[in-house]
């Protein structure tokens, strides 16, 4: 028998995870050395967003180069047919990580720094997107970098809210998930129920 | 108008001062050692949401702030902050049954309380009621005298339904849990250690109400740990000093009554605190049970993965809709009482999916492919005089003394977890769960909770308070926590302490207008 260790906060957690990072080849971009040295820049090792009391918003230009993150998944995963309307509820919600402290305003303004330096490389936004999310960097420790920190407070954040806030797992055959809003638990639509009979 | 201060602002103390405010004219003033916190902020949930063990990290207690022999680790369990550990707690509201009144008369363990089940079954309802609990009304273990839940009970999930072919396999009964979702508001969100719309109880969102509602006879000093109660003679409590951690500065407050709602450690750590000339070992102390009688929850899981889940079975209620109390019978008093609970989900989630950069198709087949299958209980414990809370050196983050705890549990406990975990493990054999994917084990408990402290009893030579929860020997001092229990049973505590609270709100208002 194998023992694991535990605690109650794991066990009430016990089928609640949130999505962790692996790294993945996948078609990317050959960046140079000049510009791989920006993305594996040291920036943080604090989990804390970096300027943390900078408060402010996205430009509209800034806000669609961040969430072409979005339309990449949908591309690839098919998660919902109505992209637009979730877009403009993240596009709110993005307002409130940045205008609130703990502020995201400069940890998203270094991700979209990152987009726009691969975007340089290349027309072809998904392969800008595989190398952000996928690429693998020689570095052993990425999570202090530009690119860690993106991927870890930025598009990881923004995925795990895409799926649930975009009604996106109901893609996969589910009713409700963590974070949707299913609505009343006496609502035949809000989650499965128990068969009777 | 008449003063009382309470100590802490978790659900006993808020449970106290609502019905204290809506039957009185009483002035309350209530410290809490921890700073302020919104409920229902969009943009808190949104944190919440995409990391959510971070959101009560800097409201814990600090690591290692607590030494002793052997100790319940309550790193992590217990919240300081306006609200207090409600923010974070499940829900679970059952209520206690009536044998756990009479332990010490049915088993010769710990100690028996000095009011029966009988007696508190109409304030548990009336608890109920405040903390918005959804319950089945025809489950009458224990008896509910024809009492409603306030709200029904949502329905058993798909998943659910798996699991109790599993259950009935066993001849193992089960029910729906009873947890405090005000089914009004309750979204499904599955979110609920932050909850969008409060729809779980939290005395957090209470509190906010009552200062709206009471604006002129609530106020909240948070940021403000009260280190001592000052004393008038041996019999009459007149204030505390407070720490205004803002600015560094001691302070006192006046006040006619004092209530001490400041969980089962920090309770009896204050009255340890507050010694003087006539009670010289700590107030309450003059038979030697302040501090001592310490018991907490004892757990045990298991977990396995099973082949095949074509459902897709998930989390998709997001709090726990099916609960056994099959082990928590007169049957099992004198080994050790248990309830748990079995989850079903999916081995992967789509955003880790994703982020792994798995294609849709695989995704979809790696939640067919197999099954998680989780089984977790708690049980009750037998209190040792030994188990004893003492003031530890300096202070934590929070304005507190660090606390000194020995703490023991007695083999026949042990023994008794591990033949609960042994259940498991068989009921996970049964379930299809491959043999060499699962995995048990056994914790001893943490401060969650922590009760016993300052135990309960109609002689001062027995425990520390009477059964209207006062200091023995004074007129008007109080504790309304889980530290009065005389024993902890295997249900969770938090409905069995709210309903003690509405007791004493009833028999603090009827005395003044008696009087």
Not at chain 2, 429 to 450: T, W
């Amino acid at each position: 028998m194998n023992k694991i260790d535990m605690d109650r906060r794991k066990l009430v957690k016990m089928g609640l995870t949130m999505g962790t990072f692996s790294l993945f080849p996948f078609s990317c971009i050959q960046i140079s050395d000049q510009d791989t040295s920006e993305l594996l820049k040291f920036i943080s090792h604090s989990d804390v967003p970096v300027n943390e009391k900078q408060i402010g918003e996205l430009t509209s230009v800034e806000f669609k180069t961040l969430s072409s993150l979005c339309s990449y998944v949908n591309q690839i995963w098919e998660l919902t047919p109505n992209l637009d309307q979730y877009l403009q509820t993240l596009n709110a919600d993005l307002k409130l990580k940045t205008n609130e402290v703990p502020s995201y305003l400069t940890e998203y303004k270094n991700a979209i720094e990152l987009i726009d330096l691969l975007e340089g490389f290349n027309e072809h936004i998904d392969e800008v997107w595989s190398t952000l999310l996928f690429g693998e960097f020689t570095q052993e420790d990425l999570s202090s970098t530009k690119i860690g920190r993106a991927r870890r407070l930025v598009f990881s954040e923004i995925i795990t809210h895409f799926v649930p806030i975009s009604g996106g797992f109901k893609a996969f055959g589910l009713m409700n998930y963590r974070g949707y809003f299913g609505g009343s638990y006496a609502s035949p639509e809000s989650y499965r129920k128990m068969e009777i009979g | 108008m008449k003063k009382v201060i309470i100590i802490g602002s978790g659900v006993a103390g808020t449970i106290l001062a609502r019905q204290i405010l809506a039957n009185s004219d009483f002035q309350i003033i209530m410290f809490e050692a921890g700073p302020m916190f919104k409920p229902g902020d969009r943009r808190t949930w949104l944190d919440h949401l995409v990391a959510p063990n971070k959101l009560y990290e800097r409201f814990t207690d600090d690591l290692g702030s607590q030494v002793g022999n052997r100790h319940m680790e309550v790193f992590g369990a217990r919240l300081f902050m306006k609200g207090g550990t409600t923010n974070h707690w499940g829900g679970l509201s059952p209520r206690f049954k009536p044998e756990d009144f009479e332990l010490k008369s049915r088993t010769g363990y710990g100690a028996d309380w000095p009011i029966t089940y009988r007696e508190l079954a109409p304030y548990y309802t009336k608890a109920e009621a405040l903390l918005g609990v959804c319950g089945d009304s025809d489950n009458d273990d224990p008896p509910r005298y024809g009492d409603k839940f306030p709200f029904y009970p949502p329905s058993y999930t798909l998943g659910d339904g798996f699991l109790i072919k599993i259950l009935e396999d066993h001849k193992i009964s089960y029910g729906h849990a009873a947890v405090a979702r005000n089914g009004n508001k309750c979204i499904t969100t599955g979110t609920c250690d932050y909850c969008p719309t409060n729809a779980r109880y939290t005395a957090l969102y209470d509190l906010v109400q009552l200062q709206m509602k009471y604006e002129e006879r609530l106020s909240l000093h948070t940021e403000s740990p009260v280190t001592k109660i000052l004393m008038d003679g041996q019999k009459r409590a007149i204030g505390v000093d407070f720490l205004d951690l803002e600015t560094g500065n001691e302070e006192s407050m006046e006040a006619d009554s004092v209530v001490i709602s400041s969980g089962t450690i920090e309770s009896a750590k204050l009255l340890l605190a507050s010694a003087n000339r006539d009670w010289q070992t700590g107030i309450g102390n003059h038979s030697d049970h302040l501090g001592r009688h310490l018991v907490g929850h004892p757990l045990m899981f298991a977990e396995g993965v099973r082949s095949g889940n074509p459902n897709k079975f998930n989390s998709e209620l997001g709090f726990t809709s099916l609960l056994s109390r099959h082990f928590d019978s007169p049957e099992y008093q004198s080994k050790g009482k248990m309830w748990f609970s079995p989850k079903i989900g999916s081995g992967t989630t789509i955003e880790r999916g994703i982020l792994s950069n798995m294609s849709r198709a695989d995704i979809d087949e790696k939640m067919s492919a197999e099954a998680n299958i989780s089984i977790g209980g708690e049980m009750e414990m037998y209190d040792s005089p030994a188990n004893l809370i003492r003031l530890g050196k300096g202070k934590t983050r929070h304005g507190l003394p660090t606390t000194k705890m020995d703490f023991e549990i007695k083999e026949i406990t042990v023994k008794t977890r591990q033949e609960h975990a042994d259940t498991f493990v068989k009921m996970l054999k049964r379930a299809g769960c491959k043999e060499n994917s699962i995995q048990m084990g056994v914790l001893d408990p943490d401060g969650a909770h922590a009760s016993g402290t300052c135990r309960m009893s109609h002689r001062e030579a027995e425990g520390v308070v009477d059964a209207h929860l006062r200091i023995h020997n004074t007129d008007n001092l109080y504790v309304c926590s889980n530290a009065v229990f005389p024993s902890i049973a295997a249900a969770n505590p938090t409905l069995t302490v709210s309903a003690l609270a509405v007791r004493l709100a009833e028999h603090m208002t009827l005395k003044n207008s008696n009087s």
